[in-house]
C-alpha cells in the first residue's frame, strides 16, 4: 500500500476513533441494549427453555449472540457517519484527496470495526462477571478474530447502505428495519436445531448466525454448525461486503 493511501486510512481511522469517544451518548446507547438483554432476557430464557431431549439452557448459551449483537449494531450504524459527513460538507473535502476512494473507505471502515471490537470485547467481559464461563484464553482471541471478520462484513452493508441512501432518517428506518430480522433469524436466542424446516432455512441463508455459531464455538466450545463452515462463510461474507462498499462508496455523489 502506498505510503499516502496508508496515511490516509491513518487519519480516517483517527477521525471515526475521534468521533467515537466524544460521543459519549452512542456509547452508552450502544451498549444498554447488549447488557439489558442480558441482565434480564437472558435469565428469564435461561429459566423457560430446555435443550431438545433434556439439559437446561443457561445464560453462557446467549452470551455469544449477546455479543454478536452489540457488534452488530456498532458496524451496521457506522456507516451512517458517511451520510452525516455528506451533509455537512466534509465528505467533499475529504474525496478531493489525490488518492482512490476505497482508501477512504478502508480507514472508515477499519476504524467502524475498532469500535464494534470494543463494544464487544466489553460485553464479552461484562458476561464474563455475571458468571459465563469460556472454555479458555485461546478461545476467547479466536472470538475477538470472529467479531472483527463479522463486523467488516456488516461495516461493508452500512457502508454500502449509507452511499446509496441520502438523507440520514432513511438510513436509521433501514439499519433498525434490518439489525433486529438478523439479530432474531440468527439463533442467538434459541437451539438453531430444533427449528421448524421453513425457519431453519431463514437462518441458514443469515450471515449473522455464521458469526453466532463461530463465536459460541471459540467461547463455549459447541455448536451447531462446524465451526470450519462459519469461519468460512464470515470471511467470504466479510471479503465481498467490503468489497461491495468500497466500489459504491467510490461512486458516491457528493
Avoid at 502506498?2 to 476513533?17: I, N, T
Avoid at 458496524?75 to 455528506?86: D, N, Q, T, V
Avoid at 479466536?142 to 461495516?155: D, E, Y
Amino acid at each position: 500500500m502506498p505510503k499516502r493511501a496508508v496515511g490516509v486510512v491513518y487519519a480516517m481511522w483517527l477521525g471515526e476513533m475521534l468521533r467515537f469517544w466524544r460521543s459519549k451518548s452512542r456509547i452508552v446507547g450502544a451498549l444498554s441494549t447488549p447488557f439489558t438483554f442480558m441482565l434480564f432476557l437472558g435469565p428469564g430464557l435461561s429459566s423457560g427453555f430446555q435443550f431438545q431431549g433434556g439439559g437446561a439452557v443457561d445464560i453462557s448459551f446467549f452470551a455469544p449472540g449477546f455479543i454478536t449483537m452489540s457488534v452488530l449494531f456498532a458496524s451496521l450504524f457506522a456507516g451512517g457517519s458517511i451520510i452525516w459527513e455528506r451533509e455537512s460538507g466534509i465528505l467533499k473535502e475529504v474525496l478531493i484527496a489525490p488518492v482512490s476512494r476505497f482508501f477512504i473507505a478502508l480507514g472508515k471502515a477499519a476504524g467502524g470495526v475498532t469500535i464494534a471490537l470494543i463494544q464487544g470485547i466489553m460485553v464479552l467481559i461484562f458476561a464474563g462477571l455475571i458468571g459465563v464461563h469460556y472454555v479458555s484464553g485461546i478461545g476467547v482471541l479466536g472470538g475477538i478474530i470472529i467479531m472483527g471478520l463479522s463486523s467488516i462484513g456488516f461495516i461493508g452493508v452500512g457502508v454500502s447502505l449509507a452511499s446509496r441512501i441520502e438523507s440520514p432518517e432513511g438510513f436509521q428506518m433501514i439499519m433498525s428495519f434490518l439489525a433486529m430480522p438478523l439479530v432474531l433469524l440468527s439463533g442467538a436466542f434459541f437451539p438453531i436445531s430444533d427449528l421448524p424446516v421453513w425457519l431453519k432455512g431463514l437462518v441458514y441463508v443469515n450471515p449473522l448466525t455464521y458469526g453466532v455459531e463461530a463465536l459460541r464455538w471459540c467461547l463455549l466450545g459447541n455448536s451447531t454448525i462446524p465451526v470450519s463452515l462459519s469461519i468460512a462463510v464470515i470471511t467470504l461474507f466479510a471479503v465481498a461486503m467490503l468489497g461491495i462498499g468500497g466500489n459504491l462508496f467510490g461512486r458516491i455523489k457528493v
